[in-house]
């Protein structure tokens, strides 16, 4: 039987902190699970699946995300379709827009520039409501010299220090267009600290848990504990090779954009 296929494209806001990061998993509750029950209780059917541009891990939340809908038999209505989606999701994962593409469109192969960003604050404790958003650092940290290290991230770099785990056929190498931490203005609430800060880095992609490792040596850096050269070392391919261990948590890394390049 002849199978007909629609293809769609939705723009998704969700905040990660309850959830086992995106992709699917037997008994833990994660975004792919509730996204994918959600759209089977709208449609009535299984004759559908879902595709996301990025797995974003436990905790992490995401300001734009997109994932692509195939659905079998039949068109959906789209106006229709997204108010019902936004009437059944849960209250921590909304959906910004939806788009019909075609069959061509491929949204793990299409170019594309993501942006995260890390918020972080240091000194005193902080509200016990900024957890789902931000790392509390309790030591002092000297900000102006990790601004000055963050810049070394950019361009194109070996990062086998900044990837958890590779395995033989990961591909170290990558490009990072701009890596800066500045003041907090972006996200703000009532209950944040005075003062907090954020670690911006947008690049075509990311290896597994590259940015929160990046921050964690830009910690340690802010505490004293390492200086500059170790930083320039972990980048060198020449060096030996060096292991790296902070990973900050999850819950303060934000899909903040996706641009999909024409």
């Given at each position: 039987m002849f199978r007909k296929r629609f293809y769609y494209l939705i723009k998704l806001q969700y905040l990660g902190f309850r959830y086992h990061g995106w992709q699917k998993q037997p008994e833990v509750?994660?975004?792919?699970r509730m996204v994918e029950r959600t759209i089977n209780y709208i449609l009535d059917h299984k004759g559908f699946k879902v595709l996301a541009a990025g797995r974003t891990d436990a905790?992490?939340?995401?300001?734009?995300?997109?994932?692509?809908?195939?659905v079998d038999h039949e068109a959906l209505v789209?106006?229709?379709?997204?108010?019902?989606?936004?009437?059944?999701?849960p209250q921590d994962i909304r959906a910004i827009s939806i788009q019909e593409t075609d069959e061509q469109f491929n949204?793990?192969?299409?170019?594309?520039?993501k942006e995260y960003i890390y918020l972080f604050c240091y000194g005193e404790k902080f509200h016990p409501f900024c957890a789902p958003f931000m790392y509390?650092?309790?030591?002092?940290?000297?900000?102006?010299?990790?601004?000055k290290a963050a810049k070394l991230f950019e361009g194109k770099h070996n990062f086998r220090s900044y990837c958890y785990r590779p395995n033989a056929n990961t591909i170290l190498e990558g490009e990072i267009i701009s890596c800066e931490i500045v003041e907090n203005t972006l996200y703000t609430a009532n209950f944040?600290?005075?003062?907090?800060?954020?670690?911006?880095?947008?690049?075509?992609?990311?290896k597994r848990n590259q940015i929160r490792l990046m921050m964690g040596a830009l910690l340690d850096l802010g505490k004293g504990k390492i200086d500059v050269d170790f930083i320039k070392n972990t980048l060198n391919p020449d060096?030996?090779?060096i292991v790296l261990e902070h990973i900050v948590p999850g819950s303060g890394l934000i899909l903040n954009a996706v641009t999909l390049k024409k």
């Open positions: 509750n994660t975004l792919q905790k992490v939340s995401a300001n734009e995300a997109y994932i692509e809908l195939f789209l106006n229709f379709f997204f108010d019902l989606l936004n009437q059944n999701l949204i793990i192969q299409h170019p594309k520039i509390n650092v309790l030591e002092e940290l000297n900000i102006k010299e990790m601004q944040f600290p005075e003062a907090s800060y954020l670690l911006r880095v947008k690049g075509a992609g990311f060096a030996d090779p």
